[in-house]
T-cell receptor
Framework: QQQVKQSPQSLIVQKGGISIINCAYE??????FPWYQQFPGKGPALLIA?????SEKKEGRFTISFNKSAKQFSLHIMDSQPGDSATYFC?????????????FGQGTRLTINP | ETGVTQSPTHLIKTRGQQVTLRCSSQ?????VSWYQQALGQGPQFIFQ???????GRGNFPPRFSGLQFPNYSSELNVNALELDDSALYLC????????????FGPGTRLTVL
């Protein structure tokens, strides 16, 4: 119940196209859903995040769509660029004891072809 | 404003040894979380520290322990290293007012031989 399932595992998109990554969760106690971008040898960088009382959030070329009833959320990258090539992780924040831990999906390796 | 920093960058140890990893939190952040990221996997929560006390722990054995200092910096200690402990260890800092919003450091790559 603590899992976050992410798909696809890898994705190849042409430059200028739309990249879409999907995540699903079971635990209704999750109250915060961030997306992270990670380049090889680097730590994850917070990209965009959403709370369950909002159905969509847009920041520049990045949009999160959130479907609370289906327990699903997705990241859309518009006008994808070669510099967007990285591994993307969805996550969900869960209260544990007095803490807030992040539960991560397995990651999606995104390649943008020039 | 400085981001999260971690040291060392890389570390090689042998099985059975002990290791200490260090983390300095982002300016203004008083909560530190540690994660283990195995190759090709998402990060796994180890524990979180707030006000110098552990206030949440993931599914890791007691040989993983930590400390938080008055300046909010933190240490992760791992005793009796095993081969499976080889991973990228990530520190994330956050404010207690928005603990879900966590900012990660560059990580320490630990290799256990």
């Amino acid at each position: 119940q603590q899992q976050v399932k992410q798909s696809p595992q890898s994705l190849i998109v042409q430059k200028g196209g739309i990249s879409i990554i999907n995540c699903a969760y079971e635990n209704t106690a999750f109250d915060y859903f961030p997306w992270y971008q990670q380049f090889p040898g680097k730590g994850p960088a917070l990209l965009i995040a959403i709370r369950p009382d909002v159905s969509e959030k847009k920041e520049g070329r990045f949009t999160i769509s959130f479907n609370k009833s289906a327990k699903q959320f997705s990241l859309h990258i518009m006008d994808s660029q070669p510099g967007d090539s990285a591994t993307y992780f969805c996550a969900a924040s869960s209260p544990i004891q007095g803490a807030q831990k992040l539960v991560f999906g397995q990651g999606t390796r995104l390649t943008i072809n020039p | 404003e400085t981001g999260v920093t971690q040291s060392p960058t890389h570390l090689i140890k042998t099985r059975g040894q002990q290791v200490t990893l260090r983390c300095s939190s982002q300016s203004g952040h008083n909560t530190v979380s540690w994660y283990q990221q195995a190759l090709g996997q998402g990060p796994q929560f180890i524990f979180q520290y707030y006000r110098e006390e552990e206030n949440g722990r993931g599914n890791f054995p007691p040989r993983f322990s930590g400390l938080q200092f008055p300046n909010y910096s933190s240490e992760l200690n791992v005793n009796a290293l095993e081969l499976d402990d080889s991973a990228l260890y990530l520190c994330a800092s956050s404010s207690n007012l928005a603990v879900g919003t966590q900012y990660f450091g560059p990580g320490t790559r630990l290799t256990v031989l």
